[in-house]
């Protein structure tokens, strides 16, 4: 009776091993650069080499589309048009 179900548990451990192994594998193939990268404002998703990136701390990245670089910029110089008269 311990035999068979000692048998039967270490097939489907075995079953799970390869299981895990076989996702593990598939997951391996994509990159991060092949699907780019959501933009931190907008959350679009963007190829990564067009974004801008920007640390802050020592671990958080974020990243800016050109778009909403050039909104943001409009509104810096509109505030600042604002701010003189």
Not at 64 to 77: H, V
Request: hydrophobic letters at 40%; one cysteine or more.
């Amino acid at each position: 009776m311990y035999v068979t179900l000692t048998i039967v548990f270490l097939i489907l451990l075995l079953l799970f091993v390869f299981y895990g192994w076989g996702l593990i594998m598939r997951r391996s193939g994509q990159t991060d650069d092949q699907e780019g990268e959501k933009c931190s404002l907008c959350r679009g998703q963007f190829p990564k080499d067009t974004l801008i990136e920007r640390e802050v701390g020592d671990f958080k990245l974020f990243y800016f589309c050109i778009e909403c670089i050039k909104g943001l910029a409009n509104d810096a110089k509109q505030l600042s048009d604002h701010s003189h008269q």
